[in-house]
């Protein structure tokens, strides 16, 4: 499809719906997943004079809807300051799990054999408690798992996206798991 | 925190002696890093199925969008 052949008015009813999924698994909340795509579109709008065709229409505003989530991400993440005395008041730490004069796993948050693990992913409730896991998840955690394993952005990526010191990316993405490994056993996983 | 950073390099890589150790003696440390590896697999897997199978966008919205991609 050219420029020419753009007709953004048509853009909604030919991949609203798409974009909306898409913007909706990554940021769980149906105004704000509207919102990124609305904000999509606009962008498209404004740069329709470059878009040069090299690639569809619909993977161009994907791209854009991807770039709009990447800086919603950075908003809600940088919401919260990040020096490792805040990485600590948000949420549970390293104490919370492990005995902090030998750094063994403490007898409550020592990990469980999760039985059922391999069948779980087809069930659809595992998805639903993974994404209300993830959204307990402090703003900055939240921020780092989604880029680091939706979005798939390398580790230099984030840090840079989110202004983060290379130590503290990876403080914030054992914590985000070990938190999101406790609410999905809390939530029943591993049980018979 | 290691284990982190292990997941994260290529899997050509092999994993350093010292943590292969640990893993070797530390059971829970060995089902935490299974686990750990489940966990981003599984949030990619939710991620995409909502994609594919979440709600569509409703008219509301999409008219409020025609008429300000209209209004340019």
Redesign the interface.
């Known amino acids: 499809m050219t420029p020419s052949t753009s007709v953004?008015?048509q853009?909604?009813?030919r991949y609203?719906?798409?974009?909306?999924?898409?913007a909706?698994?990554?940021v769980s909340d149906?105004d704000v997943a509207?919102e990124l795509?609305?904000e999509a579109?606009?962008s498209a709008?404004d740069g329709l004079a470059t878009f040069r065709a090299e690639a569809s229409e619909r993977t161009w505003l994907f791209v854009i809807l991807r770039r709009k989530i990447i800086d919603y991400y950075r908003r809600q993440a940088r919401a919260t300051h990040v020096g490792l005395d805040e990485i600590s008041a948000e949420g549970p730490t390293e104490a919370d799990f492990f005995v902090p004069k030998n750094g063994?796993?403490t007898s409550q948050q020592?990990?469980?054999?999760?039985l059922n693990?391999d069948a779980?992913?087809e069930q659809q409730e595992?998805?639903d408690i993974?994404?209300r896991c993830?959204k307990r998840l402090p703003a900055q955690q939240g921020a780092v798992?989604?880029l680091?394993?939706?979005e798939?952005l390398s580790?230099e990526e984030i840090c840079q996206e989110l202004g983060l010191s290379s130590a503290n990316y990876?403080?914030i993405?054992?914590r985000a798991?070990l938190q999101?490994?406790r609410c999905?056993e809390k939530h029943g996983l591993g049980k018979d | 925190m290691l284990l982190e950073q292990q997941a994260d390099r290529p899997a050509s890589e092999s994993m350093p002696a010292s943590l292969w150790l640990h893993l070797r003696y530390c059971p829970y440390c060995s089902r935490y890093a299974k686990q750990t590896m489940l966990i981003a697999e599984w949030a990619r897997a939710s991620a995409a199925r909502q994609t594919s199978t979440g709600p569509a966008l409703s008219d509301a919205a999409k008219a409020r969008m025609r008429e300000r991609l209209a209004a340019g």
């Open positions: 953004p008015a853009w909604p009813d609203g719906d798409e974009l909306y999924r898409f909706l698994s990554r149906s509207e795509v609305q579109f606009l709008l063994h796993w020592a990990p469980t054999s999760w693990a779980a992913l595992l998805h993974l994404q993830q798992f989604a680091r394993f939706i798939e580790a990876w403080i993405v054992h798991k999101l490994r999905l």
